[in-house]
């Protein structure tokens, strides 16, 4: 069950948090950054926006041990895609959202 204590979980829930979440993200921002930069570039004055999908669980317990390390690892993604992107004029955010 998705609260069950981690160890009881085993790959499965981890796999779901981080190769299909995290991974996902990651791959869709691999996909998508040589189109954003291309716009930056074309149409000065705008700064297309990264979103990263993330959730207050990469700050604080929630859930489960995977899906707290899976969010962490959201906001980390979107600080450090931040800082090589800047040189693009390409802002990004890690977006909590409710």
């Known amino acids: 069950s998705f609260r069950d204590d981690f ?3 085993g790959a ?3 796999d779901a948090c981080h190769g299909v979440g995290l991974r996902g993200a990651y791959m869709t921002c691999c996909e998508s950054v ?3 930069i291309d716009t930056a570039a074309r149409d000065k004055g705008s ?3 990264m979103v990263i999908i993330s959730s207050f ?3 604080s317990y929630t859930f489960n041990v995977a899906y707290g390390v899976g969010k962490a690892g959201a906001d980390r993604l979107a600080s450090d ?3 090589q992107l800047a040189k693009h004029d390409i802002d990004t955010v ?3 959202p409710g």
Do not use: D, F, N, T
């Open 7 to 9: 160890w009881m979980q």
């Open 94 to 96: 890690a977006l909590y």
């Open 34 to 36: 040589p189109l954003m």
């Open 57 to 59: 669980g990469g700050k």
């Open 47 to 49: 700064r297309p926006l």
């Open 12 to 14: 499965e829930m981890w």
């Open 81 to 83: 895609m931040a800082i």
